[in-house]
């Protein structure tokens, strides 16, 4: 019975990476994080229409973000559960395509495309309004370069928030008794939780704070094996790390900045720089060498990479669960 489990849980992980690449997110289907975000925003009016103490609102945001995220975790196990009780290929299959809207490397690489592909045909324009769907930026004024380096900072660094760094969940909790569905499931919504209401600024300044700490200490670990994958696929590992070493931890988030880096010092290109926010400029840190320029070649190989180490990820996950059922 037990080997039956852990193969039905490498099954899982194997139909939930290919339904990530083969089908992504459908355009106009329901999708977990949509109503993760309602949760969000329903519970982020309400608090803030208290009109609560700083220390009040912090507290709230902890209150918040445990009831999205346990919550999150909660109703995957109980739509697994229910689903495999009726029957277990209905369960097999709910557990796929549920683990599957938690891996985002197919909406990565089609917004990558959306841009690039108006640029290609000389349309900076429509780039530009592209790019602005995907990027907190301001966009009206970039140019080529800058949007390469927008869309390319932007790849890079959702490997790890959008694509590896769920998987790391779904492969921990392949291993647990609940099942990958629920832990990674929890992840996005901390993700989520963070995306939106984990920011510095007025009204979430308070708010938002548990959540920004939370999700920067679930990506620390598997931003750190993002770096170590991407740079062992490079071929020269020491050079890159060498490089998110002298570089990335100038900059503010104590991930991206890592993530970036790597994508950055294997491709030899230069991310970072000047960025304008709402009116505002910000500089940011230098990351890996300008060897060469970035190109659309280099954000496809960029996608490449995350590509090979999720395929990496996927094939040790499943040697381990394979090996614990006994095959």
């Not at 869309?151 to 998987?167: C, F, H, K, Q, Y």
């Not at 920067?216 to 490079?234: E, Y």
């Amino acid at each position: 019975m037990m080997s039956v489990l852990w193969f039905s849980r490498a099954a899982v992980l194997v139909l939930a990476a290919a339904g990530d690449r083969l089908v992504g997110d459908p355009w106009g289907w329901p999708h977990p994080v949509q109503a993760i975000g309602q949760a969000i925003s329903w519970g982020t009016e309400k608090i803030l229409a208290l009109k609560r103490s700083p220390l009040g609102e912090r507290g709230l945001g902890v209150v918040l973000g445990l009831s999205v995220i346990i919550g999150s975790g909660a109703v995957g196990w109980g739509l697994v559960t229910v689903a495999s009780r009726l029957h277990p290929l209905l369960g097999l299959g709910c557990e796929a395509v549920l683990l599957a809207s938690c891996l985002a490397g197919r909406s990565l690489r089609q917004a990558a495309e959306a841009v690039l592909t108006p640029l290609e045909r000389g349309d900076i324009s429509m780039a530009r309004q592209r790019l602005a769907r995907y990027v907190g930026r301001d966009t009206e004024t970039l140019d080529e370069p800058e949007i390469l380096r927008a869309v390319l900072e932007t790849v890079s660094e959702n490997a790890t928030d959008g694509v590896l760094a769920p998987l790391f969940y779904a492969l921990v909790g392949a291993f647990l008794p609940v099942g990958s569905v629920p832990i990674a499931l929890a992840y996005k919504a901390a993700s989520t939780l963070d995306s939106m209401i984990g920011y510095r600024d007025a009204p979430y300044t308070h708010l938002g704070w548990f959540s920004a700490r939370l999700e920067d200490a679930l990506t620390w670990l598997p931003c750190r094996l993002t770096v170590l994958t991407i740079a062992l696929l490079s071929g020269q590992p020491g050079h890159v790390v060498a490089l998110c070493r002298r570089d990335a931890a100038a900059d503010p988030s104590p991930n991206a900045g890592w993530s970036e880096c790597a994508y950055a010092a294997t491709l030899g290109v230069q991310l970072g720089g000047q960025n304008q926010y709402r009116g505002n400029i910000q500089e940011k840190p230098l990351l890996g060498d300008a060897v060469v320029p970035i190109t659309g070649d280099r954000i496809l190989q960029a996608l490449a990479l995350t590509r090979r180490a999720t395929l990496l990820w996927i094939a040790l996950g499943v040697g381990a669960l394979l090996w614990r059922s006994g095959m």
